[in-house]
C-alpha cells in the first residue's frame, strides 16, 4: 500500500461546476496535510493546508480531513478553465510525502 | 519577498559530466529540501537539511548523489558522474519549521545526454 495514494484522473468537469479530489494516506500518526497545484512545467504551489478534522474553507477551495477515515479531500467551486492542473496531496512528517496526483480538466 | 531561488533553470549535459544545482531558501526558514520529479516516480525527497545540517538523506539514489549546505541561505546537490537515468526536475523547497508548508522554487529541468 502506497503512504499517499490519489486517483491519476484526469478528472473531466464543466465550468462551474465543484471538482471533487480525493487522497487517503496510510500512517495514523501523520499531523499536517498540504494540497498543491501543479501547473505543466512549472513547480508544485500550495493551495490549502489543514491540521485538524472538519472543514476548512479559502475562497473557492475547501479541504476536507477526517483522520479516524485517513482521508483528505478538496473541493473546488465554481470550477474554471484556469484551474487544469494537476493536484498533489501531501502528508507531512517533516519531510513530505506526495501522493501522484490527479489532473483536473475543466473544460468550458 | 523573494521565493526559493533555484539555478540553473535548465541543464544539459553529457554522460560522465559533473553536475551542480544550486538552491537559496527563503530568508528565515530553518529547512531546506530537494527533491526529484519524474513523471514514472513523482515526487520524490532525497534529502533535508534542519538549521544547515543535513537530517535525512535516505532519499539520495546512490553516492554519486551529494548535497551540502553550508550557511543558511545557500545550498547545491551535486551529481558525479551524472547519468541519462538522473534526467528530471529538480526542486528546491523551503519551511519555517518542520511540520509547516514548504515552498518550492521553480526547479532545475536535467537533461544527462
Known amino acids: 500500500q502506497k503512504e499517499v495514494e490519489q486517483n491519476s484522473g484526469p478528472l473531466s468537469v464543466p465550468e462551474g461546476a465543484i471538482a471533487s479530489l480525493n487522497c487517503t494516506y496510510s500512517?495514523?500518526?501523520?499531523?499536517?496535510f498540504f494540497w498543491y497545484r501543479q501547473y505543466s512545467g512549472k513547480s508544485p504551489e500550495l493551495i490549502m493546508s489543514i491540521y485538524s478534522n472538519g472543514d476548512k474553507e479559502d475562497g473557492r477551495f475547501t479541504a476536507q480531513l477526517n483522520k479516524a477515515s485517513q482521508y483528505v479531500s478538496l473541493l473546488i467551486r465554481d470550477s474554471q478553465p484556469s484551474d487544469s492542473a494537476t493536484y498533489l496531496c501531501a502528508v507531512n512528517r517533516v519531510k513530505l510525502i506526495f501522493g501522484t496526483g490527479t489532473r483536473l480538466q475543466v473544460f468550458p | 519577498d523573494a521565493g526559493v531561488i533555484q539555478s540553473p533553470r535548465h541543464e544539459v549535459t553529457e554522460m560522465g559530466q559533473e553536475v551542480t544545482l544550486r538552491c537559496k531558501p527563503i530568508?528565515?526558514?530553518?529547512?531546506l529540501f530537494w527533491y526529484r520529479q519524474t513523471m514514472m516516480r513523482g515526487l520524490e525527497l532525497l534529502i533535508y537539511?534542519?538549521?544547515?545540517?543535513?537530517?535525512?538523506d535516505s532519499g539520495m539514489p546512490e553516492d554519486r548523489f551529494s548535497a551540502k549546505m553550508p550557511n543558511a541561505s545557500f545550498s547545491t546537490l551535486k551529481i558525479q558522474p551524472s547519468e541519462p537515468r538522473d534526467s528530471a526536475v529538480y526542486f528546491c523547497?523551503?519551511?519555517?519549521?518542520?511540520?509547516?508548508?514548504?515552498?518550492f522554487g521553480p526547479g532545475t529541468r536535467l537533461t544527462v545526454l
Open positions: 523547497a523551503s519551511s519555517p519549521e518542520g511540520y509547516n508548508e514548504q515552498f
Open positions: 537539511f534542519n538549521n544547515n545540517v543535513p537530517i535525512d
Open positions: 500512517d495514523r500518526v501523520s499531523q499536517s
Open positions: 530568508s528565515g526558514h530553518d529547512y
